[in-house]
């Protein structure tokens, strides 16, 4: 049986091999600093060719020239009263390369921050936690189709809380958290020196469940989980967090993978509330770290 995985793999990789030119002719265009430039000032506003020639520090030729290799490729658009804006097409190619950037690199790297710790600490933590002893379960979560929120501020938990909790009562999903269970996790991470970051929401919904403003609707497929409870205020209050940037139970839990018969998976990090919409005082999470069982090589 060919996964919904696998369908969509297949389908990337026929529109690769099939628009290979168009596709690297884009990827150059964006690969150019100043027309990324040009393309990020648009996203934030429509402009014209006196503000754009200004913030490029260009000449009128460079800069008409970057412009026209936008406008060839449908990146941007020039409007009635003479600014320049990004199309569709631009936008649905920067929302692709930071959805790419954010799910890929910015996981790997802290894939690669708790593997370090896991170096440092290798030996203490088998002393501390064995295998037998730590409070591990294993999940199987069923393909699911859920409502997902997003916000990027220095506080994106309690502002998608609060678009995610508006969507939810409207439809009654706060009723029932065995039926619809609330996951989160960090998009994009945050990074040092910059307050703001991502966080996203994702809550269960029925079949027929359609998107709205600020709501997508996506379909995840099924995925295996070492998971282990935390209380969310303890942990980071914590000398642990305020040392390492994240909260000790994500160390834990990769050290109990790496000391198992488990390999961890490259499927989405996942918070569970257990009680969600509680103070941040009260909060419990079920961390859920993405595995897959080694022995037969799949993650369901």
């Known amino acids: 049986m060919i996964s919904m995985d696998d369908e969509q793999d297949s389908k990337s990789r026929r529109l690769c ?16 600093l ?12 429509n402009s014209d060719f006196q503000e754009l020639l200004a913030i490029l520090n260009l000449g009128k030729t460079a800069t008409s020239h970057h412009l026209r290799k936008l406008g060839d490729l449908n990146l941007i658009v020039k409007t009635h009263r003479g600014k320049y804006a990004i199309s569709h097409d631009g936008k649905s190619f920067l929302h692709a390369i930071a959805k790419g950037y954010s799910e890929t690199y910015l996981k790997r790297r802290f894939d690669q921050q708790l593997q370090t710790l ?8 088998r002393k501390k936690y064995k295998m037998n002893k730590f409070p591990v379960k294993i999940v199987s979560l069923p393909p699911m189709k859920v409502a997902s929120v997003r916000a990027i501020s220095p506080t994106p938990e309690n502002d998608a809380w609060t678009k995610l909790e508006k969507y939810a009562m409207k439809h009654n999903l706060l009723e029932n958290h065995e039926l619809h269970p609330i ?21 269960r919904v029925d079949s027929f469940t359609q998107s709205e403003k600020d709501v997508i609707i996506k379909e995840i497929p099924s995925a295996l989980y070492a998971v282990k409870e935390c209380n969310l205020f303890e942990e980071s209050q914590s000398d642990f967090f305020k040392k390492n940037g994240i909260l000790e139970s994500w160390s834990q839990l990769f ?9 961890r998976g490259t499927h989405q990090y996942l918070e569970k509330s257990l009680n969600p919409g509680h103070d941040i005082e009260e909060l ?10 080694s022995r037969k090589g799949v993650g369901n």
Request: hydrophobic share 35%; glycine share 6%.
């Open 17 to 32: 091999k099939e628009y290979q030119a168009d596709i690297l002719e884009v990827i150059q265009a964006l690969g150019n």
């Open 284 to 293: 419990i999470l079920e961390l859920h770290m993405p595995i897959i069982n």
């Open 255 to 263: 050290h109990w993978v790496e000391e198992s018969e488990y390999q």
């Open 118 to 125: 896991y170096n440092q600490n290798r030996t203490k933590f």
């Open 183 to 203: 996951y989160g996790f960090n998009n994009p991470d945050p990074t040092q020196g910059q307050k703001e970051y991502g966080y996203e929401f994702w809550i």
């Open 34 to 45: 100043h027309r990324y430039k040009i393309l990020m000032t648009l996203v934030d506003h």
